[in-house]
C-alpha cells in the first residue's frame, strides 16, 4: 500500500533556527517524492520535488530509500516560511496522464520572531 | 497564462442532494484531476482525467463523478450527498509540457448539513 506519515501535526521553531519537517513512505517501487506547501490564504503549490534536487527557498529534501524517508531541511528558518506542508508521493503515472498524489496529513510550521 | 479556477468556492448542500463542481484547467493543461481534502487531512485523490477520459481513480465510491469537456475543463458530480462529504474538494491541471507539474487552484469547499 502506498502511504506517506508525516508524525508532527505541528512544529514551531525560532527565527534563524533549522527546521526539519520528517516524512515517511511507504511504496513498493521507485517513488517520486514532493513537497507541496501552503501559505496562509493561498493555493497548495509544488515547494520541490527529489528528482530536481534543487533548493528552493533554502529547503532541501533528500530522498533516503534505505529509511524510506524524504525530510525536509532548512537551516535558518523564516517567518515567511510559517505556512502548512504536504509531503506527497506519486503513485506512479497513470497512462497518458500525470502522477497520481498520496499525500501526507501535513504538518503545520510555525516560525516565531 | 491563467491558473487554475474553481467553482463556487462555498456551497452548503442538504443530505441526499447532488452537487457539481467546476474547474477550468491551467492554459494548455491537458489533465485534470481531483482531490478531496477533509478537515485536518492532506488531499485524497479522486480521480484524473486525460483528453476527456477517466484515466485514474481513488478509493471513492461511483457516485462520484466527473466530466472533462474539450477545452479541458472539468467537473465533479457527487450524487447523494452525505455529511461525510463536507470537504474542501481541489482541481488541479498539468501536461507534459509543463513537465508535468501540478498545478493546484483555490478549492471549493463544500458543507452537507
Known amino acids: 500500500a502506498q502511504r506517506v506519515t508525516q508524525p508532527e501535526k505541528l512544529l514551531s521553531v525560532f527565527k534563524g533556527a533549522p527546521v526539519e519537517l520528517k516524512c515517511n513512505y511507504s511504496?513498493?517501487?521507485?517513488?517520486?517524492l514532493f513537497w507541496y506547501v501552503q501559505y496562509s490564504r493561498q493555493r497548495l503549490q509544488l515547494l520541490l520535488r527529489h528528482i530536481s534536487r534543487e533548493s528552493i527557498k533554502g529547503f532541501t529534501a533528500d530522498l533516503n530509500k534505505g529509511e524510506t524517508s524524504f525530510h525536509l531541511k532548512k537551516p535558518f528558518a523564516q517567518e515567511e516560511d510559517s505556512a502548512m506542508y504536504y509531503c506527497a508521493l506519486s503513485g506512479g503515472g497513470t497512462q497518458g496522464g500525470s502522477e497520481k498524489l498520496v499525500f501526507g496529513k501535513g504538518t503545520k510550521l510555525t516560525v516565531n520572531p | 497564462e491563467t491558473g487554475v479556477t474553481q467553482s463556487p468556492t462555498h456551497l452548503i448542500k442538504t443530505r441526499g442532494q447532488q452537487v457539481t463542481l467546476r474547474c477550468s484547467s491551467q492554459?494548455?493543461?491537458?489533465?485534470v484531476s481531483w482531490y478531496q481534502q477533509a478537515l485536518g487531512q492532506g488531499p485524497q485523490f479522486i480521480f484524473q482525467y486525460y483528453r476527456e477520459e477517466e484515466n485514474g481513480r481513488g478509493n471513492f465510491p461511483p457516485r462520484f463523478s466527473g466530466l472533462q469537456f474539450p477545452n479541458y475543463s472539468s467537473e465533479l458530480n457527487v450524487n447523494a450527498l452525505e455529511l461525510d462529504d463536507s470537504a474542501l474538494y481541489l482541481c488541479?491541471?498539468?501536461?507534459?509540457?509543463?513537465?508535468?507539474?501540478?498545478?493546484f487552484g483555490e478549492g471549493s469547499w463544500l458543507t452537507v448539513v
Open positions: 492554459s494548455g493543461h491537458n489533465t
Open positions: 511504496y513498493s517501487g521507485s517513488p517520486e
Open positions: 488541479a491541471s498539468s501536461s507534459m509540457f509543463s513537465g508535468n507539474t501540478i498545478y
